[in-house]
């Protein structure tokens, strides 16, 4: 083989797959599976665009996942009610799943800051349930708050049934949880509960 396309070949393969188990997942069509969103993919960056009255959900494909870790970066907007992004796992279904999401619009509000970010069991324990009956258990500020307009860079740590989140290279986790559902593996999506949200660089390690 030519050398410079033994190189090119080299750098490409390192981009997608680590000696420790890390994949960089693509930010192409083919990779994704799109439930009530349309999805484009331009320059490294998925953009989600939510399409209907339901949560937008975009599947990782031929992927599952039980302990392990996943690293992306997101973008809301700082719109109030209006921006809800994350990363749902364990999926067993567009209704069944555990999800880590964040509300950029409260990032930096003195007075909705502790509703930030947030951990929800679908289908029986969204926000408002686990606000009425856990109130400040499945949900937290950051500190420090991000920009709520630009990108943030999460750590979703999952070793059943704890949950740790990390923003921005965090030393302690924004949020530790244990999870409600009894799910301990199952399909990975991007997720939005607003008109759209963008991501990049999702890397996924499997334990």
Not at 38 to 64: D, K
Not at 102 to 107: A, D, E, L, S
Request: contains cysteine.
């Amino acid at each position: 083989m030519d050398v410079s396309k033994l190189v090119a070949f080299i750098a490409v393969f390192a981009l997608s797959h680590y000696s420790n188990g890390q994949t960089k997942v693509a930010a192409e069509a083919d990779s994704w599976t799109t439930v009530h969103c349309r999805a484009t993919f331009e320059r490294g960056i998925i953009h989600v665009v939510n399409t209907g009255n339901a949560t937008a959900l975009l599947w990782l494909n031929n992927s599952t996942m039980a302990d392990g870790h996943i690293d992306l970066d997101i973008k809301g907007n700082d719109v109030a009610g209006q921006s809800f992004v994350g990363m749902a796992f364990h999926g067993a279904g567009d209704e069944d799943y555990d999800a880590v999401y964040f509300r950029p619009f409260n990032f930096r509000s003195p007075e909705r800051k502790d509703h930030a970010v947030q951990y929800i069991s679908k289908p029986e324990y969204d926000w408002n349930t686990l606000r009425k009956t856990f109130p400040g258990k499945y949900e937290n500020p950051l500190e420090p708050a991000p920009d709520p307009n630009d990108w943030f860079h999460v750590r979703i740590e999952i070793e059943f049934p704890m949950v740790k989140v990390f923003v921005n290279n965090s030393a302690q986790p924004v949020l530790e949880v244990e999870q409600i559902s009894t799910r301990k593996d199952g399909k990975l999506g991007l997720w939005v509960d607003s008109d759209d949200g963008w991501f990049r660089n999702v890397v996924v390690s499997k334990r």
